[in-house]
Structure formats: structure tokens, C-alpha cells
């Protein structure tokens, strides 16, 4: 298998569910991604990890938490969640985090009940 | 705050057709890049214009980086029901992480 892989597709959860979304990359590349895509908005970084290191947190709430225990995966493990957190999510990964192109992910649609 | 401003949001068009959409910032970009977005999936990287000015095509699509950096457009001939997507810009910075995002265009391109 090729590119950049997320599982599920598809989740439904409620506000009180602890849940995890999961990514990974075969390209090789050093830097990954957390997005999300809401509607009419454009999409919204969330998180980069490069070599591993967390470099960016973008005022995210901390009932997102993400974990990138190598190069090649990245988990974004969802907490007490409100109905405004559902959207598309997005990981994507490129060769270096600075500058450069972005390979994605299918998503997952996740929507809070 | 770098933005970027894409137009128009939404297109329906006839096969056959040709069209332009636009994204437009106040900020200089060091590169831009076009996605196109099906849907129920992630962005798929078409191109990525550098250089002030520059033309690229790929097959009936041509993108175009404005002289100062901070504009591009993207030019279909013969528009196709495949090339229905949204198409989203984003721009980089030299030594930034982010990639700002456009909203996109959404285009339907109807048999």
C-alpha cells in the first residue's frame, strides 16, 4: 500500500466517548499533519510533527492530543468532544515540514453527537 | 495574517467550456500550490508554481504564479465532468510551517 492512509473513514461518537484516529505515511517522508475541514472555511492546520517532534500546535483545545510515535504514524486522540468539532480530518505528510508539498490522506468524517 | 482569496466560490459550467478561477493574497508567497479535492477525499496536489510569473501546464489545466508572488490563477480548456472538484491554492512561506489555504472553488462541470 501507497501514500498516506486514515482509519476510519467514517465516526460517529458521542461527547463523552474516547476515540483515536489513526495515520500513516509510506512515502518516506519526515514531517506530518493534522487538518481539519469544516464547511465554508478554509482548511485549518491543527498540528506538524517533523522527525517526531511536535513543532506546531496551532491553539488547539486539548481535548485533541496527538501522539507520533515515529516517523510514519501519527494518532489524534479525541476526548470529550462538542458537536462543533465535527468535521473532516485531515493528515497529510510531506518530505520536510518547511516549504514544501503536501501529500493527504482520504480523511475521516467524524461528527459528535 | 496571510489569507488567501479564491474566486469565484462556486462554478457550474458545460462540458466543453473553458474557465478561470483566481487566488489572490496581500502576501508574498515563496511557492503556491493547486489541490484538487473530490468528494469524500483529501486534496490531491496538481502543481506547484515558484518562480514570479511562471506558466505550467498539465494536460488541458494551466497555472499561472503572478509577477509579485502573491496571485495565480488556474485555466481549464474544454472542461470535462472529471475535472468536478473543489480546487483549493496554498501558498508557503519561506520559513514557516503552515500552509495557508485558500476556501477553494467548487466546480461542476455538467455532460
Known amino acids: 500500500e501507497t501514500g498516506v492512509t486514515q482509519t476510519p473513514r467514517h465516526l460517529v461518537m458521542g461527547m463523552t466517548n474516547k476515540k483515536s484516529l489513526k495515520c500513516e505515511q509510506h512515502?518516506?517522508?519526515?514531517?506530518m499533519y493534522w487538518y481539519k475541514q469544516s464547511a465554508k472555511k478554509p482548511l485549518e492546520l491543527m498540528f506538524v510533527?517533523?522527525?517526531?517532534?511536535?513543532?506546531e500546535n496551532n491553539s488547539v483545545p486539548s481535548r485533541f492530543s496527538p501522539e507520533c510515535p515515529n516517523s510514519s504514524h501519527l494518532f489524534l486522540h479525541l476526548h470529550t468532544l462538542q458537536p462543533e468539532d465535527s468535521a473532516l480530518y485531515l493528515c497529510?505528510?510531506?518530505?520536510?515540514?518547511?516549504?514544501?508539498?503536501?501529500?493527504f490522506g482520504q480523511g475521516t468524517r467524524l461528527t459528535v453527537v | 495574517t496571510q489569507l488567501l482569496e479564491q474566486s469565484p466560490q462556486f462554478l457550474s459550467i458545460q462540458e466543453g467550456e473553458n474557465l478561470t478561477v483566481y487566488c489572490n493574497s496581500s502576501?508574498?508567497?515563496?511557492?503556491l500550490q493547486w489541490y484538487r479535492q473530490e468528494p469524500g477525499e483529501g486534496p490531491v496536489l496538481l502543481v506547484t508554481?515558484?518562480?514570479?510569473?511562471e506558466v505550467k501546464k498539465l494536460k488541458r489545466l494551466t497555472f499561472q504564479f503572478g509577477d509579485a508572488r502573491k496571485d495565480s490563477s488556474l485555466h481549464i480548456t474544454a472542461a470535462q465532468p472529471g475535472d468536478t472538484g473543489l480546487y483549493l491554492c496554498?501558498?508557503?512561506?519561506?520559513?514557516?510551517?503552515?500552509?495557508?489555504f485558500g476556501k477553494g472553488t467548487l466546480l461542476t462541470v455538467n455532460p
Open positions: 497529510a505528510s510531506s518530505r520536510r515540514a518547511v516549504n514544501t508539498e503536501a501529500f
Open positions: 512515502l518516506g517522508h519526515n514531517a
Open positions: 510533527y517533523n522527525f517526531k517532534e511536535q513543532t
Open positions: 502576501s508574498v508567497f515563496s511557492s
Open positions: 508554481v515558484v518562480t514570479g510569473g
Open positions: 496554498a501558498g508557503a512561506s519561506g520559513s514557516n510551517y503552515k500552509l495557508t
